[in-house]
């Protein structure tokens, strides 16, 4: 297909023919619409099987307007091509809606200007219209026809965009459901995924997303090619990828999802998804609190004991008010060295030795502080609930405050 004229070209190319010509050209209109109709189904096997009668329709309009558009702007360079512009949009519309390409409607187009040339010439002979009109003639038939299949071409992307939206929409609706809790219907689901033309799997892997590059927002699915629900438009970000070929091991990350944070879970059974976010968004709030290092892409189940113990940080503070209180009385320099040496005795259970080889400090040390928490806490060193809930909240405070010199300083509020 030719490059199609500019609006002065084609004014120049029109105004060059006699309006005279109308008259002539008129009276070929219907059966040269016919003939072209004929050859287009005979020749082209998109269009050989039988049509639709409102689709063959719409195609013999299409025909009759490009010929009776072209005859008026002989009479007239001016007569806009509104009516028939509309026509032949349509006709680009139509074949995406049929699932084609416009492979086939441009061979049409095609084939269509090659029989128009033809009964031109043909008419030319007969009523002996000079030789550099009649190259003109040509000229306009094929300038008309590249607009033409220019207007379809408008129209088979507008109604293509418009099916992608439709269809992304539906996605993303769909993973709105499989991430909902309470979870939807197994029924509803079904019917979500056969409208997003989805197969749902047996295992997913969910990811909750936040945008760290201030770029423009991308609306477009970045992990189209893996099957992926996505929705980067609502207030938390997050995807969905199929698993049940471990396609997540595969997926590079960092580059299909550049300028984002990736909080990943595992893949879980479909109707897991939920819960698996709700992991995933909980590790994401840590690492936007500081509490948490970003490695820009963080797998949320490589330890999920530690984002147990901080779901929730006043009930932690809590705790260790009543497990702990015996520290409060302490200057925070005498509370912070006892409070790593009971943690670190808590987590070996061994002797001094062990606990000063962990602590890089004397033996001797060690000992002269296991006889300070024995006189404080007492029996609570030795009931195996009180132990556990310590280890807990001296973990869990540990990951609150990092390095800090002074962790459990809130414990005297």
Not at 35 to 55: F, G, M, N, T, V
Not at 96 to 107: F, I, N, T, Y
Not at 218 to 241: K, M, Q, R, Y
Not at 259 to 284: F, I, T
């Amino acid at each position: 297909m030719t490059k199609a004229m500019n609006s002065t070209e084609s004014t120049r190319l029109w105004a060059a023919l006699p309006d005279d010509l109308a008259p002539l050209l008129r009276p070929e209109i219907p059966s040269l619409a016919n003939q072209i109709l004929s050859e287009i189904q005979r020749r082209i096997p998109e269009y050989a099987r039988p049509l639709d009668r409102h689709y063959v329709h719409a195609i013999r309009r299409g025909i009759e307007e490009a010929l009776s558009r072209f005859v008026e702007r002989i009479a007239d360079p001016s007569t806009p091509l509104n009516r028939c512009a509309d026509v032949h949009r349509a006709l680009g519309k139509a074949e995406m809606r049929e699932g084609r390409s416009l492979d086939s409607l441009q061979a049409a187009y095609r084939l269509g200007a090659r029989l128009a040339w033809r009964r031109v010439a043909h008419l030319s002979e007969r009523v002996r219209i000079p030789p550099r009109t009649t190259l003109l003639l040509g000229e306009a038939i094929f300038a008309h026809i590249d607009e033409l299949t220019a207007l379809s071409v408008e129209g088979y992307a507008a109604a293509q965009a418009r099916a992608a939206g439709t269809m992304a929409r539906r996605r993303r609706r769909l993973l709105e459901l499989l991430v909902s809790e309470p979870r939807p219907p197994a029924g509803s689901i079904q019917e979500a995924a056969t409208s997003a033309q989805w197969k749902l799997p047996d295992k997913v892997t969910v990811a909750a997303l936040e945008q760290y590059e201030r770029t423009q927002p991308s609306t477009s699915n970045p992990l189209s090619g893996w099957n992926a629900l996505v929705d980067l438009e609502c207030g938390e970000p997050h995807l969905l990828v199929p698993s049940d070929h471990d396609e997540p091991e595969r997926i590079d990350w960092s580059k299909e999802l550049a300028g984002w944070r990736v909080v990943l879970g595992s893949p879980v059974p479909l109707d897991q998804a939920n819960r698996s976010l709700r992991w995933c968004r909980r590790l994401m709030e840590l690492i936007r609190s500081g509490m948490w290092p970003d490695r820009h892409v963080n797998r949320c189940h490589d330890d999920l004991s530690s984002i147990l113990l901080l779901q929730d940080e006043q009930l932690i503070k809590e705790l260790a008010r009543r497990r702990l209180a015996p520290l409060a009385t302490l200057r925070p320099k005498q509370r912070a060295r006892l409070a790593t040496t009971l943690l670190s005795w808590l987590q070996t259970r061994g002797g001094a030795p062990e606990v000063a080889q962990r602590l890089r400090v004397h033996p001797q040390t060690v000992r002269y502080r296991l006889r300070q928490l024995d006189e404080l806490f007492g029996a609570a060193l030795h009931d195996p609930e009180s132990r556990f809930d310590m280890e807990i909240v001296l973990r869990a405070s540990h990951m609150l405050t990092g390095d800090h010199d002074e962790p459990l300083e809130w414990l005297a509020e």
